[in-house]
């Protein structure tokens, strides 16, 4: 059984640039959902997908976007990267209406200079 | 919406002790769970416990749902037992964390 993984591990980008995050499921699971977590802060909600389509979304601007793909791995696009973008990002995977049993990736830290 | 506090923010203890870690909420929810997260910042799912008492070896939590608190116990500390612990609900079909109690254990 394969857990959850997450690419790149680490990540500096420049402010105004755009970023690709990608995480690939455990097997079985079919939900995705990502998660925004600031230094010393526990992780905030960003959107969750389910059959590839957003079925729940956070208190994030549309410059965070994402993809879910056939295989049920997923993208996290961020556009016009601001410096307070800089957090670990997590994306977690489940089965679907299932309120625990998440899978959490070792997520990608960004740094935006 | 939902609100989740944790305490205390920051814990230092020594190895072999014990440590009581708290959760309260400030909406009914039926589905509160604990997380660890490692130096490494991966996520562990340590219970899942929307009510009454489970225990995992060293660990043991209790979630009292109808005064919306929760208490995770850790008995007999061990240096590996560093690092974060979250808990997390699920309300309007998001995962809402707390800030988290770091735990700091010496040896």
Do not use: M
């Not at chain 2, 997260?37 to 939590?61: C, D, E, H, V």
């Amino acid at each position: 059984e394969t857990g959850v993984t997450q690419s790149p591990t680490h990540l500096i980008k420049t402010r105004g640039q755009q970023v690709t995050l990608r995480c690939s499921s455990q097997s079985g699971h079919n939900t995705v959902s990502w998660y925004q977590q600031a230094l010393g802060q526990g992780p905030q909600f960003i959107f969750q997908y389910y059959r590839e389509e957003e079925n729940g979304r956070g208190n994030f601007p549309p410059r965070f976007s994402g993809l879910q793909f056939p295989n049920y791995s997923s993208e996290l696009n961020v556009n016009a990267l601001e410096l307070d973008d800089s957090a670990l990002y997590l994306c977690a995977s489940s089965l679907p209406r299932q309120n625990y049993g998440y899978t959490f990736g070792s997520g990608t830290r960004l740094t935006v200079v | 919406g939902i609100q989740v506090e944790q305490s205390p923010p920051d814990l230092i203890l020594q190895e072999g002790a014990n440590s009581t870690l708290r959760c309260n909420f400030s909406d009914s929810v039926n589905n509160l769970q604990w997380f660890h997260q490692n130096p490494w910042g991966q996520l562990i799912n340590l219970f899942y416990i929307p009510s009454g008492t489970k225990q995992n070896g060293r660990l043991s939590a209790t979630t009292v749902a109808t005064e919306r608190y929760s208490l995770l116990y850790i008995s007999s500390s061990q240096t590996t037992d560093s690092g974060v612990y979250f808990c997390a609900v699920v309300w309007d079909d998001k995962i809402i964390f707390g800030k988290g109690t770091r735990l700091h254990i010496l040896p």
